[in-house]
């Protein structure tokens, strides 16, 4: 049981280059999230799914795509990255809308 | 959407000192999540409340729920380095549009 697992663990871009960041938890977890972590700002809220073929925005969504054909897999994808897309990046998974929610090691991103 | 604000930012003691970090919310909630992230690290759940006027103890650490479930508090006694990281409180919306809203977080450090 790996719990939730996210690739690559680093990453470097150039400015417009496209990329997908993993995500794949073997829970069974319903619900997935997609997060982003910069200093001061705490964790802010990209997209999240509550099942395979539902997703829905969240906070900062923009400059995101997200999709879930899977009740496993839950991709983030940067079309077209930006230096302020330069973050650190963590997928999250939970049983149910009321239990804990279990996060990947995360992906550190930057975008040059 | 709910919004939440955790006050203090950042939190220096010494080892051996309490520390407490605050979570308020001009909204009614149906329930807050702690979570605990370690520098470098990703966060992991700490624990739930409920109920109105809830507390709960986890050895050194007490975590309350406000009695109008507007406000939160943890609470550690008795310091340790290895308590040193973010603590973050989160809002779950719950039902059938889950999404999990967290705040900027508390950096504790301890000085030893």
């Known amino acids: 049981n790996a719990g939730v697992t996210q690739t690559p663990k680093f990453q470097v871009l150039k400015t417009g280059q496209s990329m997908t960041l993993q995500c794949a938890q073997d829970?069974?977890?319903?619900?997935m999230s997609w997060y982003r972590q910069d200093p001061g700002m705490g964790l802010r809220l990209i997209h999240y799914?509550?099942?395979?073929?539902?997703?829905d925005q969240g906070e900062v969504p923009n400059g995101y795509n997200v999709s879930r054909s899977t009740t496993e897999d839950f991709p983030l994808r940067l079309l077209s990255a930006a230096p302020s897309q330069t973050s650190v990046y963590f997928c999250a998974s939970s049983y149910s809308s009321n239990t804990e929610a279990f996060f990947g090691q995360g992906t550190r991103l930057t975008v040059v | 959407g709910q919004q939440v604000m955790q006050i203090p930012q950042y939190q220096h003691v010494q080892e051996g000192e309490d520390f407490t970090t605050y979570c308020n919310s001009s909204t009614t909630l149906s329930n807050i999540q702690w979570y605990k992230q370690r520098p470098g690290g990703h966060p992991v759940f700490l624990i739930q409340?409920?109920?109105?006027?809830e507390v709960k103890k986890q050895k050194r650490l007490t975590f309350q729920f406000g009695e109008a479930k507007k406000n939160s508090s943890l609470h550690i006694t008795a310091t340790q380095t290895t308590d040193v990281g973010t603590y973050f409180c989160?809002?779950?919306?719950?039902?059938?549009?889950?999404?999990?809203?967290f705040g900027k977080g508390t950096l504790l450090t301890v000085n030893p």
């Open positions: 409340l409920v109920k109105s006027g």
């Open positions: 989160a809002l779950n919306s719950g039902g059938s549009n889950y999404k999990l809203t």
């Open positions: 829970m069974n977890h319903e619900y």
């Open positions: 799914s509550v099942g395979a073929g539902i997703t």
